[in-house]
């Protein structure tokens, strides 16, 4: 009985609107920041390392570079501070974590580019 009450639970809170991503591909996290009374959207890009959970509790980490520093933030797929998930281009990899992306900078971090093809919004034309 517990159980089944925990899933409706953790159904209403999931978003629906998340587009899919891969390991691999640049994406840009737009995050929700409260300074006192006000809010803002604070964008966040990079190559997403890896991805890890399932369900509500599904996470992601999105590695980038700043200032010759490698900087890494993971995020809560489904959290109200995430406002959007943006994919800006797909990377190939053979991998389901890219932690090998640590020790390497520059043109060394480069993946390959995959166009990935959009689902048709209506499959009967």
Do not use: C, W
Request: net charge positive; aromatic share 4%; glycine share 8%.
């Amino acid at each position: 009985m517990s159980q089944e009450l925990l899933k409706k639970a953790t159904q209403t809170s999931m978003k629906t609107d998340l587009p899919k991503f891969e390991v691999g591909d640049t994406v840009e996290v737009s995050v929700r920041i409260i300074e006192g009374d006000k809010e803002r959207l604070q964008m966040f890009g990079g190559v997403v390392i890896r991805i890890s959970g399932h369900g509500i509790s599904e996470t992601f980490t999105v590695r980038r570079i700043v200032n010759k520093q490698g900087v890494e933030r993971t995020f809560p797929l489904h959290s109200p501070k995430v406002a959007d998930v943006k994919v800006l281009r797909g990377g190939r990899t053979r991998r389901a974590k890219l932690y090998f992306l640590r020790d390497r900078v520059g043109k060394a971090t480069r993946l390959k580019q995959v166009a990935r093809q959009k689902k048709a919004a209506n499959p009967e034309a």
